[in-house]
């Protein structure tokens, strides 16, 4: 069994240019659960200015649906990020740490060092937090990342106690022999391990096998394929749920997902996004 954390809402709508109704986001988070999604990334607590996409993540978390055994995810950069996830109610913060000094200080204004001290803050909140290592395999201004910078990101994130640590290919840059290289140095870890692709050059599935066969239990990925990162030069989206799904079920592995109903929801925000698709399963259904 393999838990797919459904990252359409955030990380899918973030890089999109129309800007969505509140009550559309609440949709696609709807339908997503309908299709099985019990763990979903919905919102972040970032500065409207910068990321107006999630200016109304406050008024998104007012709306969704709460049912029992679903998990909502609040993304959060910084103190006054986790101070308003706290107060909306989310389930579970994710913090992101950029693995290059450069990406960090573009995406988030500060040093991946720095970056780390906030995520010991974050972690001390009192509510279960993850790490995402972002850029951790490459980075679109300095280029490659080292194995050893990521795993020693991830050990000083390991002394406050994270509920897991994920890999992020942000720009979507890794290949398989990578991606076992990177999971089988942070397995000595011992925390669980998320893995998150972008199928920027067409890897992003392989990849995920990769993590999978590599002792991943956790992946990311978006209903629709849509999103990427706003701050990386020429990211695209993020592996498709339902095309992960397909893959999943026919290597025969659980994921406890309905893919007609996920490739109808694909199919269904593009049209609100005004886009075809980078999914591929959806169109198999026309």
């Known amino acids: 069994m393999v838990e797919i954390v459904e990252v359409g809402p955030r990380d899918g709508l973030q890089n999109e240019k129309v800007l969505l109704p509140t009550e559309v986001k609440v949709d696609y988070i709807t339908r997503a659960l309908d299709a099985g999604i019990r763990r979903l990334e919905a919102v972040a607590f970032v500065h409207p200015g910068r990321v107006p996409q999630m200016a109304d993540a406050e008024a998104v978390m007012a709306a969704v649906p709460r049912r029992p055994g679903v998990t909502y995810i609040g993304l959060v950069l910084n103190r006054r990020g986790l101070d308003r996830a706290l107060a909306a109610g989310v389930d579970e913060v994710n913090m992101v740490v950029v693995a290059s000094d450069e990406f960090s200080r573009r995406n988030q204004g500060t040093t991946t060092a720095a970056a780390l001290d906030v995520w010991h803050e974050v972690a001390a909140a009192g509510i279960p937090a993850s790490l995402t290592i972002a850029a951790a395999f490459g980075c679109p201004f300095t280029g490659a990342v080292p194995v050893d910078r990521v795993l020693g990101i991830a050990a000083s994130a390991l002394q406050s106690g994270p509920r897991e640590i994920a890999i992020a290919d942000t ?116």
């Not at 890794?174 to 050059?201: I, K, S, W, Y």
């Not at 066969?213 to 849509?226: C, F, K, P, R």
Request: charged share 15%.
């Open 171 to 286: 720009i979507g840059v890794g290949v398989p022999t990578q991606v076992r290289e990177l999971v089988h140095g942070l397995r000595d870890l011992g925390v669980p391990l998320r893995a998150h692709f972008h199928n920027t050059r067409n890897t992003g599935y392989a990849n995920a096998v990769a993590a999978l066969e590599a002792g991943v239990a956790t992946l990311d990925a978006s209903i629709g394929g849509i999103g990427g990162c706003p701050f990386a030069p020429r990211a695209t989206g993020n592996i498709a749920t339902e095309d992960l799904t397909y893959l999943l079920h026919g290597m025969g592995v659980e994921t406890g997902l309905d893919l007609p109903a996920l490739a109808g929801t694909g199919t269904w925000i593009a049209a609100r996004l005004g886009i075809q698709a980078p999914a591929m399963l959806g169109r198999t259904l026309d």
